[in-house]
């Protein structure tokens, strides 16, 4: 199976590194010339600093060769962030001269329309009339640098056909990795989509000292609210019991690697939003969507008081002491 993955960040990059030890892999870089330094020097320096890139991972800038070196059997990886999505698959599907077996890598909604990732391919499939393509999601608790280096790990694809994520499966569930199947498109986009709000929660709440107790509340709360609004979209509230739901909650909401984690910190002791996005240096998908994420409990009547509360930090309406404040003056209620 040949496997072309279109963005050489840090994830893209991870998962190109570990596919290659099977399969014929192509990394597509935007940039020109950081494919040739790549190619050079065999280590994404941007991205992925001290993990070295293997002699048979091909590395591409020129984007129809990417693409056009598959065919209607093999696999392509859109590792952009969630904002890149929709150009990207649009450019693919501009290009495609048979039906595509597509997968991408992106947790997050689009910001203005609170689509999730497969909405946003349907859409974009129908505005180009394209041929019939098989699609999915591959999500999990996963940190781009331990994947890089050969760290264990367990993701989940999810797709309406049951085939892809056997298709799936054969490209990355090898050595270090695990891949689970799933036919829940909408739990697991939107398990990925929540759970970096819900760290950005978790970052603010250590950051002010809030202590342990704290954290625990707020992600068995936040996890609640995750189940409530899977469940109003339509999907199965017990996906979000699963590696993309509460494994990837326990990863992004703890774990030292976490931007979305490190963003709720540097909130909470007082920088600004803007210093810390150019701090960061990496995309940090929570801020992208938080917003969206509670446009989307509103219109289906999901209540998400944590994320609501989050996306008003970030829009500056309620400093992080205020937010607090906010959440733990609710009226009592029942848990379930």
Same mark, same amino acid.
């Given at each position: 199976m040949n496997i072309s993955v279109l963005g050489a960040g840090a994830w893209g990059t991870a998962i190109a590194i570990s596919a290659a030890s099977h399969h014929p892999v192509c990394l597509w870089a935007r940039n020109p010339n950081a494919a040739e330094i790549m190619r050079r020097d065999h280590e994404n320096k941007q991205y992925l600093p001290a993990v070295t890139l293997p002699n048979s991972l091909a590395i591409e800038s020129d984007f129809e060769r #990417?693409?056009?070196?598959?065919?209607?059997?093999?696999?392509?990886?859109? #590792?952009?962030?969630m904002a890149g999505l929709a150009s990207t698959v649009a450019d693919v599907f501009k290009l495609a001269q048979h039906p595509f077996n597509v997968l991408w890598l992106c947790k997050g909604l689009e910001p203005e329309t609170s689509l999730l990732p497969h909405q946003v391919v349907q859409r974009e499939q129908e505005r180009y009339a394209t041929h019939a393509h098989a699609v999915g999601v591959l999500s999990?608790?996963?940190? #781009?640098?331990?994947?890089?280096?050969g760290l264990p790990c367990a993701l989940t694809v999810a797709s309406a056909t049951f085939e892809f994520g056997q298709q799936v499966q054969t490209a990355f569930h090898h050595g270090n990795i695990r891949v689970y199947a799933s036919d829940d498109l909408i739990g697991v986009e939107l398990g990925g989509a929540v759970k970096n709000v819900l760290a950005i929660a978790a970052g603010i709440s250590d950051g002010l000292g809030l202590g342990m107790n704290a954290r625990a509340a707020l992600l068995t709360r936040g996890l609640a609210e995750m189940m409530r609004l899977v469940k109003a979209v339509g999907g199965k509230s017990e996906t979000c019991m699963g590696l993309t739901g509460l494994g990837d909650l326990i990863l992004t909401a703890t774990g030292d690697l976490s931007r979305n984690r490190r963003v709720g910190l540097s909130l909470a002791a007082g920088e600004s939003l803007d210093r810390v996005l150019a701090a960061l240096g990496h995309v940090a998908e929570g801020v992208l969507c938080a917003q969206a994420v509670s446009d989307l409990a509103k219109?289906?009547? #999901?209540?998400?008081?944590?994320?609501?509360?989050?996306s008003q930090v970030l829009n500056g309406q309620l400093s992080p002491e205020a937010a607090v404040r906010a959440l733990m003056g609710r009226e009592p209620k029942s848990e379930n």
């Open positions: #990417a693409v056009g070196r598959l065919g209607s059997d093999d696999l392509l990886v859109i #590792a952009t962030p999990g608790p996963s940190f #781009a640098r331990e994947v890089g280096e219109k289906h009547h #999901a209540e998400m008081p944590i994320c609501t509360t989050v």
